[in-house]
């Protein structure tokens, strides 16, 4: 066979490759931008050629080389009136830079307001959008606008793609908030079981016999109610809080007037928070409100048990009902906590391995093959 031919076959076998393409507004430090890069190393398994695209430069996550990566910027148009207007304006600018620097792909995965507003806009197929929350309590909770008013404008987005919801609860919720506006799914966050375990690895944490907390010191996480909770404990093992964020002074405010100075340990952000949660004599989370709770699957994968309140959307799907408190419950929250502290690996729970990369990346082409996403 001559060179000739042989570097034409590999020209057909790179046209044909198909190509996948993921949209968020940045990669710094969160589950869903998380969520981005394992899904994308799930589709690259497959085969794809995979594609990500952010609007600002932002990266506090290691980033695979079998990925390709792409920053369009959004600042040019932030001097234009109405963010509708500047959505819409935009989106003519994606896809521009997508059909000249991409190409077209066989899918377009939208994650998050921003890229889903802007997404919403746009001309280009086969986009689907991620919904990675509890949509009601977006709408409900949100202090910077009115909440119909808030409502109807994720209707108008939402109803004009495909949207696969990271839970059951987040699905049941999407329909029940926006009714049958377009094709859904739930398909659960992939969790890369084995790079989580080669990065548990890095190193041994200087703390030990700690409970862990991994959370954005955020409205959901509701830091304050593990605090007052773990307040009501004998604390013989200290809590080790892992994240930043918003609220994190107040919580820190919170800590001293309780006198837990000595016992709450404040880690900040890490990219690579595995050892902690590999060596922690187990997980607490105490969210009002999750998508699917990717860290309490990432601590299934340590073998770490876990204790979590039963919020919407994810931790049920996850965990044993024994694992599970009543959300704001100080008391009860305190209560499941000594039991923690006293026997962990009674909360200890098995890994699913539906969840990683590739089985996930293929119920996202399942999807996109239903007679009513296709149509």
Known sequence: ????????????????????????????GGGAERVVLTLGQGFYELGYEVHILRFKPLVEYELSPDLHYHVLKFKPYKLIPGSERRDKIFARSVDKYVSQNIGQPDMILSNLDRADSILSNSKLPNITYIIHNTVSLLYKFN????????????????????????????????????????????????????????????????????????????????????????????????????????????????????????????????????????????????SDWEGFALVIAEALVLGTPVISTNCPSGPSELLPESNLMPMGDIEAIAEKMRQAMSNPQQFHAPFDESLLPVKIAEKYLEFSQRPDVIK
């Open 1 to 28: 066979m001559t060179n000739n031919v042989i570097s034409a076959q590999k020209m057909n076998k790179t046209k044909l490759k198909k190509k996948v393409l993921l949209v968020i507004n940045c990669l710094q």
């Open 143 to 286: 202090k910077n606008q009115d909440a119909e008013q808030l409502k109807r404008k994720m209707v108008e987005i939402y109803s004009k793609h495909p949207c696969v919801c990271v839970s059951e609860g987040a699905e049941k919720d999407f329909i029940k908030s926006f009714g049958n506006i377009t094709p859904t799914a739930a398909i659960h966050n992939p969790i890369d079981r084995d790079n989580i375990q080669k990065q548990a690895n890095a190193f041994v944490p200087e703390y030990q016999n700690y409970i862990i907390h991994v959370g954005s010191f955020k409205d959901a996480k509701r830091h304050d109610v593990l605090i007052k909770a773990y307040a009501k404990t004998d604390q013989s093992m200290p809590l080790l809080l892992l994240g930043q964020g918003k609220h994190k002074n107040e919580i820190e405010n919170l800590v001293t007037a309780l006198k837990l100075e000595n016992k709450v340990v404040f880690l900040g952000f890490h990219e690579n928070p595995f050892p902690y949660i590999k060596h922690a004599q187990f997980k607490v989370l105490t």
